[in-house]
Antibody, heavy 122, light 112 residues
């Protein structure tokens, strides 16, 4: 069925960088795109973009170009989100979630990581 | 970007009674293959969102059949035939047709 396990909570100072990991198991990693979703405290989800796990090509939503980088290590079935020059407004829970791209039985974001809380505070 | 508008934003429900949530998109979500690219998610307190319905009317794996999705074009509805206590949380619609994926504002379902 599949599972995504994310790295633990982070507390960072403004201007620092953070890397969130998302390890996949129980399915073929390269047959599902990995999406990233941000949810600020008390707010709804916001789609940040996705990375094609077969080609490694990322696509970013307009508000997430520049300081946000999606990457992969397919040898360990893991996706990464790196955020640089952190700002207080980046304080949020970040989720990875998969979407089938090949040989799909169903569609949508059907498996989610548990979320990684990133707090940016001086 | 496609704007998603949900109503109501708050929905008090009585267990055993039906409930309905509406979602409207700023442009048609019907793709060239005839599918409406509209998904429904439920976020329970302290949990990530979970997929309920994909492509407007298809239940995801393991989703109880009391949940159903309908609609086409720009108007969509999620119905719960008989609400159970475990159904409380925030329901979101999300479009996957084009451009950045966008979510509705969310509908908070609470027990009366």
């Amino acid at each position: 069925q599949g599972q995504l396990v994310q790295s633990g909570s982070e507390l960072k100072k403004p201007g620092a960088s953070v890397r969130v990991s998302c390890k996949a198991s129980g399915y073929t990693f390269t047959k599902h795109a990995m999406n990233w979703v941000r949810q600020a405290p008390g707010q709804g989800p916001e789609w940040m973009g996705w990375i094609n796990t077969y080609t490694g090509i990322p696509m970013y939503a307009p508000g997430f170009r520049g300081r946000f980088v999606f990457s992969l290590d397919t040898s360990v079935s893991t996706a990464y989100l790196q955020i640089s020059s952190l700002e207080a407004e980046d304080t949020a829970t970040y989720y990875c979630t998969r979407e089938c791209t090949s040989g799909c039985a169903l569609f949508g974001f059907d498996v989610w990581g548990q979320g990684t809380m990133v707090t940016v505070s001086s | 970007d496609i704007v998603m508008t949900q109503s109501p934003l708050s929905l008090p429900v009585t267990p055993g009674e039906p409930a309905s949530i509406s979602c409207r998109s700023s442009q048609s979500l019907l793709d060239t293959t005839g599918y409406n690219r509209l998904d429904w998610y439920l976020q329970k307190p302290g949990q990530p969102p979970q997929l309920l319905i994909y492509w407007a009317s298809n239940r995801a794996s393991g989703v109880p059949d009391r949940f159903s999705g309908s609609g086409s074009g720009t108007e969509f509805t999620l119905k719960i035939s008989r609400v159970e206590a475990e159904d409380i949380g925030i329901y979101y619609c999300m479009q996957g047709l084009e451009g950045p994926r966008t979510f509705g504002q969310g509908t908070k379902v609470e027990i009366k």
